[in-house]
C-alpha cells in the first residue's frame, strides 16, 4: 500500500513541475482547470449551467444533469429530485426522513453506485445508500449516469451512477423548515474565496439538522383481505428520526496544481417502525458515518493526473432486544470500513484523441459484534484492484465521437474470515479471487449541432456484499449461497433541441434500453414479512425513456419524464418463469411544472404515477399503484429579505386506492381498500405540510 501511495503523490507533482505546452488544448475542456472526464465524462461549458457541467449532447451516454436551483422546492430531498430523472424508481419506507432509495432501468438498488464528489458511498454495491442521509440543499448539482460511466468512476455498475456534487463557488446561505408531526430542519452553508500568495484558495462549510416525529395516520387492513370489519386507520409509531449532517472543503492551487481536503460526517438516530402488518414499538437504528477524501490534481493542458485517496467508515448499531421483527431477539454492531487509493491520467495528444487510464485499489471490512451475547467476530476483509484504460476519439469535425472503454476488475475475497455459523454453506465465489472483464463502447453522432443520436454497449458485475451473504438483522437475512451478478446491456437513443430564443427553450431525450442479467440478486419477502436475496438465473429488462425540458417566455419552466419497462423472469422454474420481476413498475411518469415572476414570487407543481408491481417473485402480491401531487408557493418581496415558502406534499391526501382483492383469481371480481405503500409494505403518509424561511447570497 506505502509503494502504491508513493508513486501515485509522486505523479501529479512531476506533471506539476513541468506543463506540457499549451498546443493540444481540447476545445471543450473545462475552464476552471479540473481534470476534464476524470469522474464526470466529457465536460463542457453547457450555458445556464456553469462550467464543468457534462452535456447530454456532447456524450454518447445516457445522462441526466439534476440542478439543485430555484425550481426545487426547499423541502425537497435527494430522491424527490431524482424522481424527475427518466429511468429513476424511487422507493420509500415512508415520509420525509424515513428511508429511501434508487432505482435505474429496472436495476436493484444495490446496483445503483452513489458518489459524492465522485467518491463511492457503496463500492461494488456494497449497500444499499439510504438518500435521506444526505441533504440536498448540500449539493449544487445531481449527475445521473443510466449507461455507459465515465472510466473515473473505476466501476462497472449494472444500474448506473448517481453522483451529488457540491459546488464549487458556493455562497452563503441559510434556512429553517418546520411543519407537521414536528418536522423541522435547520441548514446552513457558507464559503470562500482567498489568494494565498500566487495561488487561490477557497472553502465550503455546511451544516445540516434534521428531526421529525413521523406519526402521520395509514391504513391497515390487518392483513386479512377478506374481513373488512377488522380495518382502520393507525398512527405511525415509533418513526422519530434526528439526524446531523455536516460536509467541509477545503481547497488550494490553480490549474498547475490543485489540493482537496474534504471531510462529510453523518450522526443518526431512527426508530424502525415496522411494515404495515408487523408495526413495531422499541425497534432503534443509530448510524454514524465520516468520509475523509485527499485529492491532487495537476499538470498541463495536453497531460493531467487525478490522484484520490478515501476512506469511508460507517457504524451501525441496529437495536431489536424485544424481538418485535426479524428472526429474534437481536442487538448488533456493525462497523464498515473503506480505504480506496485511484490514480488517474489523462493524455491529449491531439485535439480529436483524449486518452484515459486508470489504477485503482481499495480495502474493504466489516466487523460484526453481537452485544446481546458480548461476541465480537473477526474481521471480514476484501481486497479490490481496478485496471482500465479509454478514450474518446472524435472524427468528422466532431460530429462522431467513438468512446470505447477496457476494464478488468479483480476481487480477493480469501480473507473473508470465519462464518457466523458454522453449518452455513459459503458460496464458491466467496473463498476465492475473481477477475472480471468489463469493457463497454458508446458512439455518437451529431448530423446536427441540436440533434445528437447515441448508442451504447457494456458489460457489468456486481458480486454479492457481505450483508447479503451472512446478514441477519431485523426484516433482512442473508444467503451465503448467492452467485454474483452479471449483465450485458445496450441502449439507442437520440437527443433534439430547439435553438435557444428569448421565449422558447426546449429539448426531447428518446431512448430504448435492454439489459440481460445473469444470476440476479433480488430481494423476496416470504410469509413472515422477513426479506431474503435469492438469485433468479437469468432475467431481461427493456423499456422506452423520455423527457421533455423547456421554459416558455421566461415564465414557465417545465421538467417531464416517462418511464415504460417490461421484465421477464426467464427461470425455467414453473412458479416464476415468465413472470414480472419484483419492485419493477411497468409505467412511472413525473411532471414538473414552475410559474415564476422574475424570483419574487414562485408557484411550483408536481405529479408522479407509479404503476402497481409486484413484491414477490411468484407475482402474488401486488401493491397499489399510486399517484402523488405536491405543490410550493415561494415569496420573496425583496433582496433584503428571506424567502417564505409553503410547501404541501401528497397535496390531494391520498394514502389508499381500491384494487382487485385478488388479483390471480379471475373469477373474483370483488374490489378492496388498499393502503399505498412502497418497500416491503411501508406506507406512505398522507398530507404534509411545511414552510420554509431561507436567507441566501451574503
Known amino acids: 500500500m506505502l509503494p502504491s501511495l508513493a508513486v501515485a503523490l509522486a505523479i501529479p507533482i512531476a506533471l506539476a513541475a513541468e506543463p506540457p505546452p499549451r498546443a493540444a488544448v481540447r476545445p471543450d ?60 424508481t424511487v422507493v420509500q419506507l415512508g415520509g420525509l426522513g424515513d428511508f429511501s432509495a434508487v432505482s435505474i432501468r429496472g436495476s436493484s438498488l444495490r446496483q445503483v453506485a452513489v458518489y459524492l464528489d465522485g467518491v463511492p458511498l457503496n463500492p461494488d454495491g456494497s449497500d444499499v445508500v439510504d438518500l435521506s442521509e444526505l441533504p440536498l440543499q448540500a449539493f449544487d448539482q445531481v449527475r445521473v449516469w443510466r449507461s455507459n460511466a465515465p472510466l473515473g468512476y473505476a466501476a462497472s455498475p449494472i444500474g448506473g451512477v448517481v453522483d451529488l456534487r457540491t459546488a464549487d463557488h458556493p455562497t452563503g446561505s441559510a434556512a429553517v423548515t418546520w411543519g407537521q408531526y414536528d418536522t423541522g430542519r435547520l441548514f446552513v452553508a457558507d464559503g470562500f474565496e482567498a489568494e494565498t500568495g500566487t495561488r487561490p484558495a477557497d472553502g465550503l462549510v455546511v451544516a445540516d439538522l434534521f428531526h421529525t416525529r413521523g406519526d402521520f395516520s395509514y391504513f391497515d387492513d390487518n392483513n386479512t383481505i377478506y374481513n373488512l370489519l377488522d380495518d382502520r386507520r393507525r398512527t405511525r409509531d415509533n418513526n422519530d428520526k434526528t439526524q446531523l449532517s455536516t460536509l467541509a472543503r477545503l481547497r488550494w492551487g490553480d490549474r498547475r496544481l490543485r489540493l482537496t481536503l474534504q471531510d462529510g460526517f453523518l450522526s443518526r438516530d431512527e426508530g424502525l417502525p415496522g411494515p404495515i402488518g408487523n408495526p413495531t414499538t422499541a425497534v432503534r437504528l443509530e448510524t454514524l458515518r465520516n468520509l475523509a477524501l485527499g485529492r491532487v490534481e495537476a499538470g498541463g493542458d495536453s497531460l493531467r493526473s487525478d490522484s484520490r485517496l478515501w476512506w469511508l467508515q460507517r457504524q451501525e448499531s441496529f437495536d431489536d432486544r424485544l424481538g418485535e421483527i426479524g428472526t429474534g431477539n437481536q442487538w448488533q454492531r456493525t462497523w464498515l470500513t473503506n480505504l480506496g487509493l485511484q ?72 480473507a473473508l474470515g470465519s462464518l457466523p455459523f458454522e453449518d452455513t454453506a459459503v458460496a464458491p465465489e466467496a473463498r476465492s479471487a475473481d477477475l472480471y472483464f468489463t469493457p463497454r463502447l458508446g458512439l455518437l453522432l451529431r448530423p446536427h449541432p441540436r440533434v445528437s443520436l447515441k448508442a451504447n454497449v457494456g458489460r457489468g458485475v456486481r458480486p454479492p456484499d457481505l450483508s447479503e451473504l451472512f446478514g441477519d438483522r431485523g426484516a433482512v437475512i442473508g444467503n451465503s449461497e448467492l452467485l454474483p451478478e452479471r449483465s450485458l446491456s445496450w441502449d439507442v437513443g437520440g437527443r433534439l433541441s430547439l435553438p435557444d430564443g428569448p421565449r422558447v427553450r426546449a429539448s426531447l431525450d428518446l431512448a430504448h434500453f435492454w439489459s440481460r442479467t445473469e444470476d440476479l440478486i433480488v430481494m423476496v419477502q416470504n410469509s413472515q414479512r422477513t426479506s431474503v436475496p435469492i438469485n433468479l438465473g437469468l432475467a431481461w429488462v427493456q423499456g422506452l425513456e423520455a423527457a421533455v425540458n423547456g421554459e416558455l417566455l421566461d415564465v414557465i419552466d417545465h421538467t417531464s419524464s416517462l418511464t415504460w419497462t417490461l421484465s421477464r423472469n426467464l427461470t425455467p422454474d414453473p412458479g416464476v418463469a415468465d413472470n414480472q420481476l419484483p419492485r419493477i413498475p411497468a409505467l412511472e411518469v413525473q411532471v414538473d411544472t414552475g410559474l415564476h415572476w422574475g424570483e419574487r414570487l414562485r408557484l411550483g407543481h408536481s405529479w408522479s404515477y407509479t404503476a402497481g408491481n409486484y413484491w414477490d417473485a411468484t407475482n402474488f402480491y401486488l401493491s397499489a399503484p399510486r399517484s402523488i401531487h ?8 425583496d433582496d433584503r429579505f428571506p424567502s417564505v415558502e409553503l410547501s404541501a406534499l401528497n397535496l390531494t391526501d391520498r394514502t389508499v386506492e381500491i384494487v382487485p382483492r385478488n388479483p390471480l383469481d379471475e373469477t373474483d371480481d370483488s374490489r378492496i381498500v388498499q393502503s399505498i405503500s412502497d418497500y416491503v409494505g411501508y406506507p406512505l403518509p398522507g398530507r404534509t405540510l411545511l414552510c420554509t424561511v431561507r436567507w441566501s447570497g451574503w
Open 630 to 637: 405536491g405543490a410550493f408557493l415561494r415569496v420573496q418581496p
Open 29 to 88: 475542456t473545462d475552464p476552471d482547470g479540473s481534470l476534464p472526464p476524470a469522474d464526470g465524462g466529457e465536460e463542457v461549458v453547457v450555458e445556464g449551467r456553469g462550467a464543468g457541467v457534462p452535456d447530454p449532447a456532447t456524450t454518447s451516454a445516457s445522462v441526466t444533469v439534476l440542478a439543485v436551483d430555484e425550481t426545487v422546492a426547499a423541502t425537497a430531498d435527494v430522491a424527490s429530485l431524482l424522481e424527475r430523472a427518466a429511468g429513476t
Open 343 to 414: 490514480e488517474q491520467l489523462l493524455w491529449v495528444p491531439d485535439p480529436r484523441l483524449t486518452t484515459t487510464g486508470l489504477l485503482s485499489i481499495r480495502r474493504d471490512s466489516v466487523v460484526l459484534a453481537d452485544l446481546l451475547q458480548d461476541r465480537v467476530e473477526p474481521p471480514r476483509i476484501r481486497w479490490s484492484g481496478t485496471a482500465a484504460v479509454g478514450a474518446d476519439l472524435r472524427l468528422w469535425s466532431d460530429r462522431i465521437t467513438l468512446s470505447p472503454v477496457l476494464q478488468a476488475q479483480g476481487l480477493d475475497n480469501r
